[in-house]
């Protein structure tokens, strides 16, 4: 399994000339994401759709960045702490306009829980290529 989720890894790092927009096709709709870690506040998390939206794309930057240098494997405590540095403290504003209290540790969680989402969701994916817009997480 974690072979697949490399390939996918490095074909997206390959695809790195081609901008964050071609990579962003493989990542989960923010919507789900919402459903998934806020279920209560899904429905108006406008706010927080946009922080989880944030890690989500920081993460497939940081992961194409990682695997278009060909270091992808073994690099998950430097990538997280790249997308923490990254994304911190607008995760923390964007929330706290939720009323939700958050700090480094907070967002970390997430960022480990976006991670951990698409993970499933890319190992899920078909095993000819990119995942359907329609896969379920």
Known sequence: ????????????????????????????????LIALIFPAAAPAAVATGTALSLIQTTVMEVEQKY???GI?????????????TLTGPAVIALLAKEGITADSTYVQSLIDAVVGILNVWVLSAPATGAPTTGAAV
């Open 1 to 32: 399994m974690a072979n697949k989720f490399e390939s996918l890894l490095e074909t997206i790092g390959k695809g790195f000339i081609k901008g964050l927009n071609w990579a962003v096709t493989y990542a989960i709709p923010v919507e789900k």
């Open 67 to 69: 695997a278009a240098a």
């Open 72 to 84: 992808q494997s073994g690099t998950g405590a430097q990538k997280a702490a790249e997308v923490l």
